[in-house]
């Protein structure tokens, strides 16, 4: 299932102009009352600086990951004297292991319910300036039952209110909303929190129905208001599967816990819980659990439900389809400055592009890069890699090499219902189907079940004319949201004459007469014109006939271009990134600063279907690669 990756704390610069950005919003947007460029050369100089750049460049919010939990920690009244707990502790005592499962579990944000002012003085007492709750004590209107509860290092408050949910007998209890924005990314998003009645004082069904209906209210309500921001619901419902299918059609939501709906269908997580943590749909939920031990039941009369959230990085509204050509063999040399084919200056004239992109630094091969391109993840497996060109012959699945399952860009779109493709002409390739076919590809945890084969379309042709042919006459028929195109023949024709001859040359110019058609097709297709980025990387340049190709320049220094909706014409990739820098002619290492590698392609792709980073990706898992105009990208 996919995990999430912790962010790297940001450079002094951007954290002062994130905290800048903090304050300023804090100020205009108090918390409310309680009820209230040109087309690059051949030869590209060293990027300036990234912390100047980052002065200068606006920069979209990148993915965001957290931990979230709903907890009933049982009212204090209920084992105060003349309670109807006997025998437990109190609820202050109670308080300091709700403390210590906070920590245990690391939760960024929690939805208390039957948080009373004995628990909630006690928390405050315990965790000092390090956790903040609304309502909380210290509330104009008074403290409430219900609060919601964030790390002040993770989260800083930007607005709260609270709205009146039937509780007993229909009388009206303040349920707390906070919008929080995530110190690191400054990604925003709204908690909602309830406590619904159970039938313990007679039939409450119209007063949970009424609650549910005004949740459901509220979470259009803020999406509308605010398109940037998720909205997740926690809470203690006294519902089970029903209360799924009451509020997640009408909120466009899903559960931590599964379940979906599909048209006139409504499929609730099994489980039987009365406890739910949901969210829209631009927030993704991966390791759910139910925590109930000796521990836990001696701290409450309800288990502890937590969850990871990850949020994918905002992109331009109407990307719906993606076209990536790698193409191995591909030098920078012969694709740009002026001997460049006339669609590479095109595509440089109306997007942006880098001719100084690199491979992966453990080897320059086609096959190497292309498993990267697809998943993010460097070569050797001892770091985490995918394996694949760690040895001379090719596994049988790209799992086998890496020795744990390999996620890639065909899961994440697949997994949310989009349609996928895979085009070749070289039979090394049928790796990629062999890695995520029906027998090997992993489960699915988002929504609907779309199966294992995370591939729907796959083909291997003699050449690339026939491969571009079939892609072409599928997508007539129904487009795909993703489709993955290798051009062979610039590699082939370069392995027979060097990489410089004149077969080498024509086949260059073969290759982009491909993407040019590839474009035109895009342009006729009804559903994906306007709607489409084309990708367009060599994954490896020229190749030594003996010996590694690993160190030479021609061969681990590749282009790169980007144009779509969004784009911005003419622009340079690294203007447009400045936590890349241009690494001149080298080939840096992992550590330091970066360049842009064939391997951030990955995340750039979620991001614009927009899906969470690939699991365990190494290469930008926080999706901060960006091929727009961020004044474009919504929450920017």
Known sequence: MPGTTASPRPSSVRRLCAVGLTLATALLVAPAAPDAGLAPAAAEPVAAPVAAR???????TPATGFRVASFNVLGADHTAPGGNRKGWESGTVRTDRVVSLLQEHT????????????????????TGASWQTYPGLNNPAGPSVNSIGWRTDVWTLLEARTLPIPYFDGVPSRMPAVLLQNVETGRRVWFFNTHN?????????????AGFAMEVALANELRAAYPDAPFISLGDKNERGSYYCKVAPGA??????????????????????IDWIMGTKDAFFNSYTRVWNDFVSKTSDHPLYTANV???????????????VAVPGLTSAIAGGSSAPGEATRMATNGTSTTNARTVTESTQADANLISLLSGRRVFPKGGGHGVGSKKTLPSTVHDSAGQYVSSLFDLAHNNSARTMFASSRKETQLVLRSWNRKEG????????????????????RDDSRSVGWWRDTIERKPAELSVIELSGVLKAGEDDGFKGPAYQKAVRKAFQKVA???RSIAKSPAMNGTTLLIVTGTG?????????????????????????????????????PSFTSPGTQQPSYSGSQPIRVGDLTNLVTRLLGVPPVPASSMDPEQRFQVFDPLLVPGS
């Open 54 to 60: 980052s002065m200068t460049v606006p920069q979209t």
């Open 107 to 126: 939760l960024d944000v929690v939805g208390f319910q039957e948080f009373q002012p004995p628990q909630a003085t006690r928390f405050a007492e315990l």
């Open 197 to 209: 009645p159970a039938d313990v004082r007679g039939p409450a069904q119209g007063y949970r129905d």
């Open 252 to 273: 466009d939501m899903w559960s931590a816990s599964g379940g979906y709906v599909d048209g006139s269908t409504c499929s609730p997580p099994g489980g039987g819980a």
């Open 310 to 324: 990850v949020v994918p990085a905002s992109a331009p509204v109407g990307v719906d389809h993606v076209v990536v």
């Open 442 to 461: 992993g489960k699915d945890p988002y929504g609907v079940d779309d199966g294992t084969a995370k591939i729907d379309r796959f083909k291997i042709m």
């Open 517 to 519: 058609g590839i474009r």
């Open 541 to 577: 340049g020229a190749q030594k006939s003996r010996g590694s190709s690993r160190t030479w320049a021609q061969s681990y220094k590749v282009p790169m271009w980007v144009t779509g909706p969004g784009v911005p014409a003419g622009s340079d990739l690294y203007g447009l990134n």
